[in-house]
């Protein structure tokens, strides 16, 4: 059996981490982005066996947290 692990982060960062990246196609429109963000967010969070909070932690920080989790 797995388990699911949802790295969870704000809009805000989300936005911030690809507002140079051109070839995210759903993320062309930031308005249209972040109504998707909200409409999926709900179904991440209920899946999700593990949430783990990703702003302001480094890749090391996430990764030591999932591994602490399993």
């Known amino acids: 059996k797995g388990r699911v692990f ?3 982060a704000t ?13 995210r196609p759903l993320f062309k429109n ?3 982005a972040k109504i998707l963000y909200h409409f999926r967010l709900p179904l991440y969070l209920h899946y999700a066996d593990q949430v783990v909070e990703v702003d ?3 890749v ?4 030591q947290e999932i591994v602490s989790a399993i």
């Open 56 to 58: 302001n932690k480094s």
């Open 6 to 8: 949802f790295l969870n």
């Open 11 to 23: 809009f805000d960062t989300i936005f911030k981490r690809l507002a140079s990246d051109t070839l």
């Open 30 to 32: 930031s308005v249209e």
């Open 60 to 63: 090391e920080e996430i990764a």
